[in-house]
């Protein structure tokens, strides 16, 4: 049996999730936090938000994000990806700024107009 504290919204439900049953979790209040609860132990993972470096902007690094959720185990490898990405302004809010990062089949956009 594992403790956890579910991330998905703000309350914060402490889950337990039980590895010899089928991963069924107790403690979540809804649906969602079922979902989490299974996906944190077999296959966790995560959106990246971070800041790239952009050339002609207003401020010299550009917020963006993942589209969505990549294994939590590439995030380091994702951020020296992204460490190394020079951005060139205009980018607009929404734009994809980096396709398909690592293989992982999810795309870096920004997330305001620089
Ligand atoms: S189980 Fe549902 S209500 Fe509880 S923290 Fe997770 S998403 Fe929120």
Redesign the pocket.
């Known amino acids: 049996m594992t403790e956890l504290t579910?991330i998905?919204?703000p309350?914060?439900?402490r889950?337990k999730v039980d590895e010899e049953n089928g991963y069924a979790v107790k403690g979540?209040?809804?649906k969602?936090?079922e979902v989490?609860g299974k996906n944190e132990l077999q296959n966790p993972t995560r959106v990246l938000t971070t800041t790239v470096a952009i050339e002609g902007g207003t401020h010299g690094r550009c917020p963006v994000r993942t589209n969505g959720a990549i294994p939590k185990s590439k995030i380091f490898e994702a951020m020296d990806v992204l460490k190394k990405l020079r951005l060139t302004a205009p980018v607009r809010c929404g734009e994809v700024v980096l396709k398909n990062i690592l293989g992982t089949g999810i795309d870096v956009i920004a997330t305001r107009d620089m």
Request: hydrophobic fraction near 25%.
């Open positions: 579910c998905v919204c309350v914060g439900c889950l979540n209040t809804c969602r936090g989490y």
